[in-house]
């Protein structure tokens, strides 16, 4: 008879452990199961921006490698240019190829307001010089336009009649620089 009592307990402490487990321990196994997803999912995102990051750091080196040719575009469209830089380039190139300046108008300025489009904050920037010396100095002026690394236009050239074999050149020219937006934008990570 003794034996009964003890399987009753028996039985019983099995049940309650069932039931206890049930109404204790199984909603802590699947918290800790909805947790352990979460750490997954973000442990992925971790690993995507890992990623992204490296690539980014790729990109970076492949661009390093081409540090000359981007100062030319720097230099060929400035992004803060500098009308006196300008002015002294004109000055000195136009003397050294045995021109005289007589005038210059830098015109119409870039305008202050930023558009949205590439091609709209390309700002143009007009400008006329008037020189006076003979042909084949304007020639090798000219030619040293052209072959500058700045992004310079000539747009038009006149001159009236010659005097005692000198030319008045008046030239329109026109240069670029692109205009950043002023506002810093956060590069976006991916999620």
């Known amino acids: 008879m003794m034996q009964r009592p003890i399987l009753i307990i028996i039985v019983g ?14 909603p802590e196994y699947q918290e800790f199961g909805d947790k352990k997803l979460e750490v997954e999912r973000e442990d992925a995102k971790i690993k995507q921006k890992e990623e992204y990051f490296s690539r980014l750091e790729s990109f970076s080196d492949r661009l390093s490698g081409y ?4 100062a030319k575009i720097d230099f060929a469209l400035p992004s803060e240019p500098s009308i006196a830089a300008l ?8 003397s050294e190829n045995g021109l005289i300046l007589k005038d210059t108008n830098l015109g119409e300025l870039f305008s202050s307001e930023i558009q949205g489009t590439l091609e709209e904050r390309i700002q143009k920037m007009p400008f006329s010089v008037s020189v006076t010396g003979s042909y084949p100095a304007l020639k090798n002026f000219l030619s040293v336009i052209y072959r500058n690394t700045r992004l310079i236009e000539v747009n038009s ?3 009236p009649s010659a005097e005692e074999g000198l030319f008045t050149f008046n030239l ?16 976006e990570i991916p999620e």
Not at 13 to 25: D, E, K, R, T, V
Not at 67 to 70: A, F, I, P, Q, Y
Request: aromatic share 20%; no cysteine.
């Open 13 to 26: 402490s099995l049940i309650l452990l069932a039931i206890g487990g049930y109404f204790l321990w199984w």
């Open 67 to 70: 540090n000359d040719e981007l």
């Open 157 to 159: 050239i006149s001159f």
């Open 172 to 187: 329109a020219l026109e240069t670029h620089a692109y205009q950043q937006k002023s506002e810093k934008k956060e590069a």
């Open 87 to 94: 002015f002294i380039f004109f000055q000195k190139t136009i």
